[in-house]
């Protein structure tokens, strides 16, 4: 069996939690209000303007056996530049207020999730940090141009209130056959192990940010 396999196999259940979570199925039936998908954006804002300086930081912390891995990391970085711009867009024109987001402070959840990456990188093994690219681009290829097509019929916005959703829906399914590829080069135990560990870690760590985001905005509507 190959790495990539393993990782799959070893992260169904985790997986599986994040996918039957009520605010996922709620948003894949179109039953997500205005303010619910905006509180979503709001704490994909708050995590994805992270990206680019984690493959950053991982980048440079990669021992001089994995520059192979460094280079795809560069890679990585070039592909995401500005992606979190994208999504306070999307917030303007879901009628949101994209500048308080962009001034703002992530949910308790959210800030947990991407203390935990920087921890992964600095503290760990940063190949580790893979165990977070698992999980977020998975769950693009598998929910996010469903959830936006749902979405946008459902709230009546327009199109251009789904960049970030209908572009890592299409754009990570290329990214998660890099993925599933750069995952069956990695031959060290202490490797996989981590990559396994981190990203069962982190499909929980991300479900409870969606799950916050939708509790919050219960809250305060």
Not at 66 to 71: G, I, K, V
Not at 123 to 134: A, E, I, K, Q, T
Request: glycine content about 4%.
């Amino acid at each position: 069996m190959t790495f990539f396999n393993q990782l799959r196999e070893a992260c169904t259940d985790a997986q599986t939690q994040l996918r039957t979570a009520p605010i996922i199925s709620a948003a894949l039936q179109g039953e997500v209000t205005r303010a619910q998908y905006i509180a979503f954006l709001t704490q994909a804002y708050h995590h994805v303007q992270h990206t680019v300086p984690l493959l950053m930081a991982c980048g440079a912390r990669l021992p001089a056996r994995l520059e192979w891995l460094r280079a795809a990391v560069a890679h990585y970085i070039d592909e995401e530049i500005g992606h979190h711009e994208w999504i306070l867009d999307d917030i303007a024109a879901a009628g949101g207020d994209a500048s308080s987001v962009r001034h703002g402070t992530p949910a308790y959840a959210t800030e947990l999730m991407i203390s935990y990456a920087y921890d992964t990188v600095a503290r760990h093994n940063p190949v580790g940090f893979f165990g977070m690219v698992y999980v977020l681009e998975g769950t693009s290829v598998l929910l996010a141009t469903q959830v936006a097509n749902a979405l946008q019929h459902a709230l009546d916005l327009p199109q251009q209130a789904f960049t970030y959703l209908t572009s890592h829906g299409s754009l990570d399914l290329q990214h998660i056959d890099d993925f599933e590829a750069l995952m069956n080069r990695l031959d060290d135990p202490a490797d996989q192990a981590a990559v396994i560990h981190r990203a069962r870690n982190f499909f929980r760590l991300y479900a409870e940010v969606i799950n916050t985001s939708h509790i919050e905005t219960i809250k305060c509507q």
